[in-house]
């Protein structure tokens, strides 16, 4: 089977609109949580949130386009272009023929759904744009994506509420790898900041007041956050036929179900996901020195996961550096496999690993070496990046160092 | 008919929610003891939220794990209805 790396890698989020601020930002530990500013919040039972902040649409998208586009899909696209200039992979028709677009998103065009019904339902408009359903497509994004770059490969949208993106790049990994495709661009995109969809959120009682202070004690729930991440994945031989950059090897990938409870999520599963992976990748537990863990900051997931990795790594638990980045960038659903893809996989290039943010105290309950708060420089030689989604869909990627 | 007071509104609302006879729920009874797991919880506040018209902030539903925890919670909020923020935001996007 094919080697599959990854050439490129692009961003936007709370902390940056692409992949370099987005570092600088991990590297500092600095958290781009604050209030919410898209709309008015003040009647919320919480008011902040990890919001993309300075990107101005129409500076990448014309006006005609732009009718088509939900936030969602913004930042899928951009990220999708910033990716694919960073691999400086050049498309001609062969290739085109062989890549796809594999995209994650839990809620697509929230935004315009939202839009639409409260003028439908609040203010009683019965006309519409026609746009409406095309542009709210959980498929969207990746759909502009292969039109924009005339990919006609494999290209599809899995919605595995906050699994999505990992789920995605886990297909778009094993396609490549067993040669039905030779690149794909692929990550996750997810604008979730609409009256509507924080209701929800407010019903359930899992959203902070204030942050995101995952595997603390004193942690008080997650933290909403919008954006996403694009790679370019593709053979380790075409990559190298090139001469591109490469970050890390996409060495194995894992899935499970609970079976269990759609809230409450189970160690098993996670656990399982995380062997699955490993076994996938031919990594034995003693060379993974970073987790990216799902960390959403609530009551249930952190202890979870802390058991989850206990039980794979063992005593070599101690020597696993584990944080969580929805610290700093939000818990931003179907993309958050990607965003933490991306902070894992720039990792491998710096040699250093990004903190966990916002941490005050240790918890018993949680029983994993955390990077608090302040970033450490490692050569680490594998790692992962954890998702485990409402619903106990669990999806986990494995990486490896490549060495030249 | 005398109307009903906060006590007998929320066993009835348990009641239905637990679709059992109103006389086996008695003040003491815990969520525990009536199998309801933490979303089930959050379900049964949501249902008496609709049944008293208010909102029942986080803090005061870590509190409310028992049918006496929930009526003193219940009376606490209909005397202090300052706490009920009820009006919807336009969106903006």
Same mark, same amino acid.
């Given at each position: 089977?094919? $080697? %599959?790396? *990854?050439?490129?890698?692009?961003?936007?989020?709370? *902390?940056?609109?692409?992949?370099?601020?987005? &570092?600088?930002?991990?590297?500092?530990?600095?958290?781009?949580?604050?209030?919410?500013?898209?709309?008015?919040?003040?009647?919320? =039972?919480?008011?902040?949130?990890?919001?993309?902040?300075?990107?101005?649409?129409?500076?990448?998208?014309?006006? /005609?386009?732009?009718? &088509?586009?939900?936030?969602?899909?913004?930042?899928?696209? %951009?990220?999708? =272009?910033?990716?694919?200039?960073?691999?400086?992979?050049?498309?001609?028709?062969?290739?085109?023929?062989?890549?796809?677009?594999?995209?994650?998103?839990?809620?697509?065009? $929230?935004?315009?759904?939202?839009?639409?019904?409260?003028?439908?339902?609040?203010?009683?408009?019965?006309?519409?744009? +026609?746009?409406? *359903?095309?542009?709210?497509?959980?498929?969207?994004?990746?759909?502009?994506?292969?039109?924009?770059?005339?990919?006609?490969?494999?290209?599809?949208?899995?919605?595995?509420?906050?699994?999505?993106?990992?789920?995605?790049?886990?297909?778009?990994? &094993? @396609?490549?790898?067993?040669?039905?495709?030779?690149?794909?661009?692929?990550?996750?995109?997810?604008?979730?900041? #609409?009256?509507?969809?924080?209701?929800?959120?407010?019903?359930?009682?899992?959203?902070? +007041?204030?942050? #995101?202070?995952?595997?603390?004690?004193?942690?008080?729930?997650?933290?909403?956050?919008?954006?996403?991440?694009?790679?370019?994945?593709?053979? @380790?031989?075409?990559?190298?036929?090139?001469?591109? /950059?490469?970050?890390?090897?996409?060495?194995?990938?894992?899935?499970?179900?609970?079976?269990?409870?759609?809230?409450?999520?189970?160690?098993?599963?996670?656990? $399982?996901?995380?062997?699955?992976?490993?076994?996938?990748?031919?990594?034995?537990?003693?060379?993974?020195?970073?987790?990216?863990?799902?960390?959403?900051?609530? +009551?249930?997931?952190? +202890?979870?996961?802390?058991?989850?990795?206990? $039980?794979?790594?063992?005593?070599?638990?101690?020597?696993?550096?584990?944080?969580?980045? /929805?610290?700093?960038?939000?818990?931003? @659903?179907?993309?958050?496999?990607?965003?933490?893809?991306?902070?894992? @996989?720039?990792?491998?290039?710096?040699?250093?690993?990004?903190?966990?943010?916002?941490?005050?105290?240790?918890?018993?309950?949680?029983?994993?070496?955390?990077?608090?708060? %302040?970033?450490?420089?490692?050569?680490?030689?594998?790692?992962?990046?954890?998702?485990?989604?409402?619903?106990?869909?669990?999806?986990?990627?494995?990486? =490896?160092?490549?060495?030249? | 008919?005398?109307?009903?007071?906060?006590?007998?509104?929320? !066993?009835?609302?348990?009641?239905?929610?637990?679709?059992?006879?109103?006389?086996?729920?008695?003040?003491?009874?815990?969520?525990?003891?009536?199998?309801?797991?933490?979303?089930?919880?959050?379900?049964?506040?949501?249902?008496?939220?609709?049944?008293?018209?208010?909102?029942?902030?986080?803090?005061?539903?870590?509190?409310?794990?028992?049918?006496?925890?929930?009526?003193?919670? !219940?009376?606490?909020?209909?005397?202090?209805?300052?706490?009920?923020?009820?009006?919807?935001?336009?969106?903006?996007?």
């Amino acid at each position: 089977m094919r $080697k %599959v790396v *990854i050439t490129g890698v692009g961003v936007v989020s709370a *902390i940056g609109n692409n992949a370099v601020d987005f &570092w600088a930002a991990l590297e500092a530990g600095r958290s781009g949580i604050g209030p919410i500013t898209k709309l008015d919040a003040s009647t919320l =039972r919480f008011q902040n949130a990890a919001e993309v902040s300075g990107f101005d649409p129409t500076l990448h998208f014309d006006e /005609k386009n732009l009718l &088509w586009l939900d936030p969602f899909s913004y930042y899928g696209i %951009v990220s999708a =272009r910033e990716a694919i200039a960073d691999s400086g992979v050049e498309f001609n028709d062969d290739l085109r023929d062989r890549s796809g677009v594999i995209t994650g998103s839990c809620l697509g065009g $929230k935004m315009t759904e939202d839009e639409l019904y409260y003028k439908l339902y609040a203010e009683g408009k019965q006309r519409h744009q +026609p746009i409406a *359903i095309p542009r709210a497509m959980s498929n969207a994004a990746a759909s502009h994506v292969s039109m924009e770059f005339g990919l006609t490969g494999a290209t599809f949208t899995t919605s595995t509420a906050c699994s999505s993106a990992n789920h995605a790049m886990g297909q778009a990994f &094993w @396609l490549i790898r067993q040669g039905t495709i030779d690149l794909a661009v692929t990550g996750g995109s997810e604008a979730p900041i #609409c009256f509507g969809h924080l209701k929800g959120w407010e019903s359930m009682r899992v959203v902070s +007041p204030d942050t #995101c202070r995952p595997f603390s004690k004193d942690r008080s729930g997650m933290i909403l956050g919008e954006g996403g991440a694009m790679f370019v994945m593709e053979s @380790l031989d075409a990559a190298k036929a090139r001469g591109a /950059k490469i970050y890390a090897e996409v060495a194995g990938f894992g899935m499970s179900a609970d079976a269990h409870h759609l809230t409450m999520p189970l160690a098993d599963g996670a656990a $399982k996901a995380m062997r699955l992976a490993l076994e996938d990748g031919g990594i034995a537990p003693e060379q993974v020195g970073y987790v990216n863990a799902h960390g959403t900051a609530t +009551p249930a997931n952190d +202890p979870m996961e802390s058991q989850a990795i206990r $039980k794979i790594f063992g005593a070599h638990a101690d020597k696993v550096a584990v944080s969580s980045t /929805k610290s700093m960038h939000g818990h931003t @659903l179907g993309a958050a496999g990607a965003i933490e893809a991306a902070a894992t @996989l720039l990792a491998f290039h710096k040699n250093i690993l990004p903190p966990n943010a916002n941490f005050n105290e240790p918890d018993p309950e949680c029983d994993i070496d955390v990077i608090a708060n %302040v970033a450490r420089p490692a050569e680490i030689e594998a790692a992962m990046s954890n998702s485990f989604a409402f619903g106990g869909l669990n999806a986990v990627l494995a990486f =490896r160092r490549y060495q030249t | 008919m005398s109307e009903e007071t906060v006590a007998e509104r929320v !066993i009835r609302v348990f009641a239905k929610f637990k679709k059992m006879p109103p006389e086996d729920i008695k003040m003491d009874t815990s969520f525990e003891e009536l199998g309801l797991d933490s979303l089930d919880g959050l379900n049964l506040i949501f249902e008496l939220e609709e049944e008293f018209d208010l909102m029942v902030p986080d803090d005061k539903v870590q509190s409310m794990k028992s049918v006496a925890e929930v009526v003193e919670g !219940i009376e606490w909020l209909l005397a202090n209805p300052d706490q009920q923020p009820m009006n919807a935001a336009k969106p903006t996007a």
